[in-house]
């Protein structure tokens, strides 16, 4: 015998878990790409200033990026173009870190 069909709660809670656990790979990989390129080359050359600037331009490029997929799924957020995104804001991150000279205080 069938178990019986999810209900419409069921489903929503099921997409609202998916959608939130996909924002936060959306926040977590490209801060920790921008950490881990800090890491290898001992920051040098960093202020206080990209201490602070820099890790908040990475998490807000990737919730409007997240917002913007979101907007745009149409049949819901499909691994392939997540993981594509996030490979995209990850390789922005590091060059971020890498890239951006220190700023003065």
């Known amino acids: 015998m069938k178990p019986p069909p999810p209900t419409a709660a069921a489903v929503q809670r099921a997409k609202r878990k998916q959608t939130f656990r996909w924002l936060l790979a959306f926040v977590l ?10 890491q ?7 202020s206080l200033s990209n201490f ?3 890790p908040l331009i990475v998490v807000v490029a990737s919730g409007v990026v997240f917002f913007a997929w979101t907007l745009v799924a149409r049949r819901g957020l499909r691994p392939l ?3 594509i995104l996030l490979v995209i ?10 890239l951006v000279p220190g ?3």
């Open 29 to 38: 990989l490209p801060l920790g790409a921008w950490f881990v390129a800090g």
């Open 52 to 54: 602070s600037l820099e």
């Open 89 to 98: 804001l990850s390789a922005g991150a590091f060059a971020l870190q890498r």
């Open 103 to 105: 700023l003065r205080e």
């Open 40 to 46: 290898s080359h001992g920051f040098e050359g960093k």
């Open 81 to 83: 173009p997540g993981v």
